[in-house]
Protein backbone atom coordinates (compact mmCIF):
# COMPACT_ATOMS: atom_id res chain seq x y z
CA UNK A 1 0.00 0.00 0.00
CA UNK A 2 1.57 3.79 -0.43
CA UNK A 3 2.38 5.18 2.20
CA UNK A 4 4.22 6.09 5.39
CA UNK A 5 7.07 3.54 5.91
CA UNK A 6 9.47 3.17 9.13
CA UNK A 7 12.21 3.86 7.17
CA UNK A 8 10.55 7.16 5.56
CA UNK A 9 9.38 9.16 8.43
CA UNK A 10 11.98 11.80 8.37
CA UNK A 11 11.04 13.05 4.56
CA UNK A 12 9.61 15.94 4.14
CA UNK A 13 6.15 13.80 2.65
CA UNK A 14 6.12 12.69 5.91
CA UNK A 15 6.50 15.20 7.74
CA UNK A 16 3.94 17.01 6.01
CA UNK A 17 1.67 13.95 6.34
CA UNK A 18 1.98 13.97 10.20
CA UNK A 19 1.36 17.42 10.48
CA UNK A 20 -1.73 16.63 9.13
CA UNK A 21 -2.91 13.91 11.17
CA UNK A 22 -1.86 16.00 14.40
CA UNK A 23 -3.45 19.38 13.18
CA UNK A 24 -5.60 19.29 10.31
CA UNK A 25 -7.68 19.94 8.20
CA UNK A 26 -4.96 22.47 7.59
CA UNK A 27 -4.56 24.95 5.09
CA UNK A 28 -1.04 24.26 2.58
CA UNK A 29 0.05 28.17 3.52
CA UNK A 30 0.03 26.39 7.64
CA UNK A 31 1.86 23.54 6.56
CA UNK A 32 4.53 25.74 4.72
CA UNK A 33 4.93 27.75 7.62
CA UNK A 34 5.45 24.98 9.96
CA UNK A 35 7.88 23.48 7.92
CA UNK A 36 9.51 25.98 6.00
CA UNK A 37 8.92 25.00 2.74
CA UNK A 38 7.70 27.12 -0.72
CA UNK A 39 4.13 26.80 -1.63
CA UNK A 40 5.60 24.73 -4.94
CA UNK A 41 6.96 22.38 -2.30
CA UNK A 42 4.21 21.84 -0.09
CA UNK A 43 2.22 21.52 -3.50
CA UNK A 44 4.03 19.14 -4.65
CA UNK A 45 4.25 17.03 -1.01
CA UNK A 46 0.19 17.29 -1.07
CA UNK A 47 -0.44 16.14 -4.86
CA UNK A 48 1.57 13.26 -4.32
CA UNK A 49 0.13 12.26 -0.44
CA UNK A 50 -3.81 12.96 -2.74
CA UNK A 51 -2.63 10.71 -4.93
CA UNK A 52 -1.78 8.09 -2.78
CA UNK A 53 -5.05 8.75 -1.15
CA UNK A 54 -3.18 9.90 2.11
CA UNK A 55 -4.91 12.83 3.01
CA UNK A 56 -8.44 14.63 0.91
CA UNK A 57 -9.16 18.22 0.74
CA UNK A 58 -12.11 20.13 2.56
CA UNK A 59 -13.57 23.14 1.92
CA UNK A 60 -14.28 25.15 4.57
CA UNK A 61 -15.97 28.81 4.34
CA UNK A 62 -14.38 31.03 6.86
CA UNK A 63 -16.60 31.78 10.50
CA UNK A 64 -18.25 34.94 9.83
CA UNK A 65 -19.10 35.09 6.57
CA UNK A 66 -22.48 33.74 6.10
CA UNK A 67 -21.98 32.36 2.66
CA UNK A 68 -20.19 35.02 1.34
CA UNK A 69 -16.07 34.92 0.34
CA UNK A 70 -14.32 32.09 -0.56
CA UNK A 71 -14.23 28.67 1.00
CA UNK A 72 -11.04 27.76 2.48
CA UNK A 73 -9.34 24.78 1.23
CA UNK A 74 -8.31 22.64 3.98
CA UNK A 75 -6.55 19.09 4.05
CA UNK A 76 -7.30 16.07 6.25
CA UNK A 77 -5.57 12.65 6.68
CA UNK A 78 -7.69 10.17 5.16
CA UNK A 79 -8.46 6.27 6.61
CA UNK A 80 -5.54 5.08 4.94
CA UNK A 81 -3.43 7.16 6.09
CA UNK A 82 -3.69 7.68 9.53
CA UNK A 83 -3.70 3.35 8.87
CA UNK A 84 -0.07 3.89 7.31
CA UNK A 85 1.09 5.64 10.49
CA UNK A 86 -0.71 3.07 12.83
CA UNK A 87 1.54 0.31 10.65
CA UNK A 88 4.49 2.37 11.28
CA UNK A 89 4.00 2.42 15.10
CA UNK A 90 2.99 -1.38 15.21
CA UNK A 91 6.26 -2.54 13.05
CA UNK A 92 8.81 -0.48 15.47
CA UNK A 93 7.15 -1.66 18.48
CA UNK A 94 7.50 -5.71 16.67
CA UNK A 95 11.03 -4.58 16.34
CA UNK A 96 11.02 -4.02 20.16
CA UNK A 97 9.46 -6.31 21.93
CA UNK A 98 11.67 -8.88 19.53
CA UNK A 99 14.77 -7.24 20.70
CA UNK A 100 13.53 -7.28 24.26
CA UNK A 101 12.72 -11.22 23.81
CA UNK A 102 16.46 -12.09 22.56
CA UNK A 103 18.15 -10.03 24.78
CA UNK A 104 15.91 -9.96 28.12
CA UNK A 105 13.81 -12.91 27.84
CA UNK A 106 10.20 -13.87 27.49
CA UNK A 107 9.30 -12.65 31.28
CA UNK A 108 11.03 -9.41 29.95
CA UNK A 109 7.95 -9.30 27.62
CA UNK A 110 5.60 -9.69 29.46
CA UNK A 111 6.58 -7.03 32.15
CA UNK A 112 7.32 -4.42 29.00
CA UNK A 113 3.11 -5.76 28.27
CA UNK A 114 1.92 -5.28 31.38
CA UNK A 115 3.86 -1.80 31.50
CA UNK A 116 2.15 -0.29 28.17
CA UNK A 117 -1.59 -0.85 30.15
CA UNK A 118 -0.87 0.72 33.36
CA UNK A 119 -0.98 4.01 32.34
CA UNK A 120 -4.76 2.63 31.15
CA UNK A 121 -5.58 1.29 34.64
CA UNK A 122 -4.12 4.39 36.72
CA UNK A 123 -6.60 6.70 34.41
CA UNK A 124 -9.12 4.21 34.91
CA UNK A 125 -9.22 2.29 38.54
CA UNK A 126 -10.30 5.65 40.47
CA UNK A 127 -13.16 6.49 38.24
CA UNK A 128 -14.43 2.44 38.00
CA UNK A 129 -14.91 2.81 41.81
CA UNK A 130 -17.47 5.48 41.18
CA UNK A 131 -19.45 4.10 38.40
CA UNK A 132 -21.94 1.70 38.79
CA UNK A 133 -21.60 -1.79 38.31
CA UNK A 134 -23.67 -2.03 35.37
CA UNK A 135 -22.26 0.45 33.68
CA UNK A 136 -18.44 -0.48 33.52
CA UNK A 137 -18.45 -1.90 30.68
CA UNK A 138 -19.62 0.75 28.67
CA UNK A 139 -16.86 3.38 30.45
CA UNK A 140 -13.98 1.06 29.45
CA UNK A 141 -15.06 1.01 26.09
CA UNK A 142 -15.26 4.55 25.30
CA UNK A 143 -12.27 4.84 27.39
CA UNK A 144 -10.75 2.35 24.75
CA UNK A 145 -12.42 3.86 21.96
CA UNK A 146 -10.68 7.40 22.94
CA UNK A 147 -7.36 5.38 22.56
CA UNK A 148 -8.16 4.30 18.98
CA UNK A 149 -9.81 0.97 19.55
CA UNK A 150 -13.08 1.40 17.88
CA UNK A 151 -14.51 0.11 21.02
CA UNK A 152 -18.61 -1.27 21.91
CA UNK A 153 -20.53 -2.60 24.79
CA UNK A 154 -23.56 -5.20 24.49
CA UNK A 155 -24.80 -7.35 26.69
CA UNK A 156 -24.04 -11.06 25.75
CA UNK A 157 -26.90 -13.24 24.88
CA UNK A 158 -25.16 -16.17 28.04
CA UNK A 159 -24.92 -13.43 30.31
CA UNK A 160 -22.90 -10.60 31.26
CA UNK A 161 -21.59 -8.15 28.41
CA UNK A 162 -19.53 -8.15 25.44
CA UNK A 163 -16.68 -6.03 24.79
CA UNK A 164 -15.72 -5.15 21.36
CA UNK A 165 -12.74 -3.43 19.82
CA UNK A 166 -12.99 -2.92 16.61
CA UNK A 167 -9.51 -1.77 15.59
CA UNK A 168 -5.92 -2.55 17.53
CA UNK A 169 -2.79 -0.92 16.54
CA UNK A 170 -0.94 -2.77 17.75
CA UNK A 171 -2.13 -5.92 15.68
CA UNK A 172 0.91 -7.01 13.78
CA UNK A 173 3.31 -6.85 17.39
CA UNK A 174 0.63 -8.79 19.16
CA UNK A 175 0.07 -11.84 16.75
CA UNK A 176 4.09 -12.96 17.32
CA UNK A 177 3.69 -11.49 21.09
CA UNK A 178 0.93 -13.03 22.64
CA UNK A 179 1.74 -11.15 26.05
CA UNK A 180 -0.18 -7.91 24.85
CA UNK A 181 -3.42 -9.45 24.76
CA UNK A 182 -3.14 -11.60 27.89
CA UNK A 183 -1.90 -8.21 29.61
CA UNK A 184 -4.77 -6.43 28.14
CA UNK A 185 -7.15 -9.10 29.32
CA UNK A 186 -5.82 -8.79 32.64
CA UNK A 187 -6.43 -5.01 33.15
CA UNK A 188 -10.07 -5.62 31.93
CA UNK A 189 -10.44 -8.17 34.50
CA UNK A 190 -9.11 -5.73 37.20
CA UNK A 191 -10.92 -2.65 36.29
CA UNK A 192 -14.06 -4.41 35.67
CA UNK A 193 -13.90 -6.68 38.98
CA UNK A 194 -14.88 -9.62 37.33
CA UNK A 195 -13.83 -12.49 35.50
CA UNK A 196 -13.38 -11.64 31.41
CA UNK A 197 -12.11 -14.41 28.54
CA UNK A 198 -10.71 -13.29 25.63
CA UNK A 199 -13.11 -14.92 22.38
CA UNK A 200 -11.11 -13.61 19.71
CA UNK A 201 -8.68 -11.29 18.61
CA UNK A 202 -7.90 -9.67 15.71
CA UNK A 203 -3.93 -10.46 16.10
CA UNK A 204 -5.25 -14.31 15.48
CA UNK A 205 -6.86 -13.20 12.09
CA UNK A 206 -10.84 -12.23 13.83
CA UNK A 207 -12.31 -9.43 12.52
CA UNK A 208 -13.04 -7.99 15.83
CA UNK A 209 -11.37 -8.51 19.30
CA UNK A 210 -14.47 -9.96 21.82
CA UNK A 211 -13.99 -10.28 25.41
CA UNK A 212 -16.53 -11.44 27.47
CA UNK A 213 -17.32 -10.19 30.62
CA UNK A 214 -19.12 -12.21 33.07
CA UNK A 215 -21.90 -11.04 35.50
CA UNK A 216 -20.92 -8.90 38.43
CA UNK A 217 -22.25 -11.45 40.56
CA UNK A 218 -19.63 -13.61 39.81
CA UNK A 219 -16.87 -10.94 40.42
CA UNK A 220 -18.88 -10.29 44.05
CA UNK A 221 -18.35 -13.77 44.50
CA UNK A 222 -15.01 -14.25 43.47
CA UNK A 223 -13.98 -11.65 45.67
CA UNK A 224 -15.78 -12.91 48.35
CA UNK A 225 -14.43 -16.80 48.41
CA UNK A 226 -10.69 -14.78 47.98
CA UNK A 227 -11.62 -12.59 51.33
CA UNK A 228 -12.16 -15.39 53.08
CA UNK A 229 -9.06 -17.43 51.43
CA UNK A 230 -6.87 -14.44 52.43
CA UNK A 231 -8.65 -14.35 56.46
CA UNK A 232 -8.06 -17.62 57.01
Do not use: N, W
Not at 6 to 25: D, F, K, M, Q, Y
Not at 137 to 154: C, D, I, R, T
Request: charged share 25%; proline share 6%.
Amino acid sequence: MPGIEPGSERTTRARVARLILEHGPVAAAALGERLGLTPAAVRRHLDALLADGMIEPRMVRPRGQRGRGRPAKLFAITDAGRSAFVHAYDDLAESALRYIGEHMGEQAVADFARSQVSGLLRRLEPAMRTVPADQRVQVLAQALSAEGYAASASKAKSGGAQLCQHHCPVAHAAAEFPQLCEAETEAFAQLLGTPVQRLATIAHGDGVCTTHVSPQSLGESAHRDKSKETGR
